[in-house]
C-alpha cells in the first residue's frame, strides 16, 4: 500500500510555509543543501513546484535519485520524490492552491506558468 500522509499532517502543512527540500546527492544517502520552496496540498496530497522549471538543481536531483527529505511544519521527513503526470485537471487543482496559499506574493505569476508547471513533484512519506 503506498504510504499517505496523515489528514492532521495534510492540514498542519496546508497551512506551513517553512519548507525545505533536500534530495539526496548522486551518492544517494547524503542529504543534498536544503533549498526554501513554496508547498501546497491538494486532493489529500503534497506538491512542490521548483521555480526555474526543470533546470533546477533540485528538481534534477529529485527525479534522478527519487529520495530524500524535507523539513516542514517545523518536523523532518523523509521522502520520496514522484514526477507528476501533468494533466490540466490536477494542474488547475494545483495551481488553485498556489492561488489561494500565496495570493499576496510578487512571486505567484511565475509559479503558474509552464516552466513550474512543468517541474510539479508530489511527496510522498517513505515510512
Known sequence: MAE???AAQLQEFSEADDMKVSPF???GKTYGTPTWIWSVVTNDNLYVRAYNGQNSSWYQAAMQQGA??????GQDYEVKFER???TP???????A??????????YLPPMLKEGPVGA???IIPNN
Do not use: C, F, M, R
Open 84 to 86: 507528476v503526470a501533468n
Open 4 to 6: 499517505k500522509w496523515t
Open 25 to 27: 546527492y548522486s551518492d
Open 68 to 73: 530524500g527529505k524535507i523539513h516542514l511544519a
Open 97 to 106: 492552491a498556489y492561488q489561494t496559499k500565496y495570493a499576496k506574493s510578487p
Open 120 to 122: 510539479t513533484v508530489k
Open 89 to 95: 485537471e490536477l494542474d488547475h487543482a494545483i495551481s
